[in-house]
């Protein structure tokens, strides 16, 4: 069986920017990711990324594919359901097809939490987001809606408070569970709250207005949800690996607990932005360039 230098598990931006740094120092790369899955699928204009100004998400990630394959690293769709460490490590993919390598890099990123609203699939990305540092520019002094009841919502909130005054933190039903700090904050800032719960997000091609349960509607220009965020631990699980709040802990070299095992981008938390997950991908892939070629010192001059 071909043993790959390295497998790298995912296909958003920290495994494509891993495959690139991987596949240039000539190793034998496998990628297997579903980058219909990735978060970046639903990224209408990657502003805040140097570049890539008026690209959408689904185009950056295919240019990026391109971009691996022609390094010579290899690409599969399709789901990791099963990986182990012997003497390598022995990946198992949903079609029952299993691979070797003698090192891998978890890059699976997280999934935000939908809110299961009416309307929220259709406007996802028209007047409807998940990301104040990915899509609030556009509303700048704008009317916008925050849907959320805990420290990730009063943080969006915080984010937008740079960009319009006018915002209202809707928990949906729940009680507020925010810290004190963060409360502080948001009473300085005058924001409204409201408890509501939100029945329908409605609009023909953006969004128009949100409807509460007793039917009451609101106009906003645009809604954020920020429910926080469910991330891929069953590696972890597997390999018992370190975690911490759920997701994957790693050095500054983007090593895990495990020799031979390395995680970057969305699935060992931090910022939700590509730069943050390209970053650490590259960094996880130098490191393990030097652990398969047995370097001491790869592109660091210190
Ligand atoms: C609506 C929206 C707009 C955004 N806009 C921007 C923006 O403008 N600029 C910006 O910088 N960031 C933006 N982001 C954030 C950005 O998408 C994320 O920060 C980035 O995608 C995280 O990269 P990642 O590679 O860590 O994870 P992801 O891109 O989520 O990739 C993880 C990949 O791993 C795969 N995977 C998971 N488990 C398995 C498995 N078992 N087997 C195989 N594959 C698996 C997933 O299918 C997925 O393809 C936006 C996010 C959203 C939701």
């Excluded at 230098?5 to 920017?17: E, R």
């Excluded at 990224?43 to 394959?69: F, R, V």
């Excluded at 969305?266 to 398969?292: D, M, P, R, Y």
Aim: charged share 25%; with cysteine.
């Amino acid at each position: 069986m071909l043993i790959y230098d390295t497998l790298i598990i995912g296909s958003g931006p920290t495994a494509l920017t891993a495959a690139v740094f991987t596949a240039r120092a000539n190793l034998k790369v496998l990628v297997i990711g579903e980058p219909k899955k990735s978060m970046l699928v639903s990224a209408a204009d990657l502003g805040n990324y140097i570049g890539t100004d008026g690209m959408s998400g689904p185009e950056w990630l295919d240019k990026g594919i391109e971009q691996i394959k022609k390094y010579g690293s290899e690409f599969l769709e399709q789901e990791v359901v099963h990986v182990e460490k012997r003497e390598n490590f022995k990946i198992k993919t949903a079609d029952n097809k299993t691979y070797e390598s003698k090192t891998i890099i978890i890059c699976t990123g997280v999934a935000l939490r939908p809110a299961g609203i009416a309307g929220e699939k259709e406007l996802l990305g028209k007047g409807v987001h998940t990301c104040v540092a990915c899509d609030g520019w556009p509303y700048k002094q704008k009317k916008v809606g925050v849907i959320g009841n805990t420290n990730h919502a009063a943080e969006e909130v915080i984010e937008l408070l740079a960009l319009t005054k006018d915002v209202t933190l809707i928990s949906n039903g729940k009680e507020f569970s925010i810290s004190k700090e963060l409360m502080d904050e948001l009473n300085k800032a005058k924001i409204k709250f409201l408890k509501d719960k939100v029945s329908e997000f409605k609009g023909e091609k953006k969004l128009e207005k949100v409807i509460l349960a007793d039917n009451q509607e609101l106009v906003f220009d645009g809604v954020f949800l920020a429910l926080g965020a469910t991330t891929a631990l069953a590696f972890a699980q597997k390999l018992a690996l370190d975690t911490k709040n759920n997701y994957l802990v790693v050095d500054s070299e983007g090593k895990t607990s495990l020799d031979g095992c390395y995680a970057a981008g969305a699935c060992t938390g931090g910022n939700l932005q590509i730069a943050k997950s390209a970053g650490e991908g590259c960094n996880a892939a130098i490191s393990v360039i030097k652990k398969v070629k047995g370097l001491a010192n790869y592109s660091d001059l210190t």
